[in-house]
Nanobody, 117 residues
């Protein structure tokens, strides 16, 4: 079983920055990729960014390219999402997502990000 603990959400003014963290643990934790999704009220959960654990290749949603950066610390089993130039439309609950080598998927509990105009 894999456990994901997210942190770093909060309230920020438009144009500001936040950094989300997601620490993974579990005896069988062997990730293929880790990433972030978000869900705004009344909307479906949407993909934000992902990073391949061994290759470190990244992929971003068009809506956040150039503003968000995903990174990782293999030694800490942690993935980060640096969010700059935040906009009110970035307001959502952000979820950490892991795909293991065995193609199992796990989700974090979510962390609220609120951007005020």
């Amino acid at each position: 079983q894999v456990q994901l603990v997210e942190s770093g959400g909060g309230l920020v003014q438009a144009g500001g920055s936040l950094r989300l963290s997601c620490a993974a643990s579990g005896i069988t934790f062997r990730p293929y990729s880790m990433g972030w999704f978000r869900q705004a009220p009344g909307k479906e959960r949407e993909f934000i960014a992902t990073i391949n654990w061994s290759r470190s290749t990244t992929n971003y949603a068009d809506s956040v390219k150039g503003r968000f950066t995903i990174s990782k610390d293999n030694a800490k089993n942690t993935v980060y999402l640096q969010m700059n130039s935040l906009k009110p439309e970035d307001t959502a609950v952000y979820y950490c997502h892991v795909v293991t080598l065995g193609r199992s998927e796990y989700w974090g509990q979510g962390t609220q990000v609120t951007v005020s105009s």
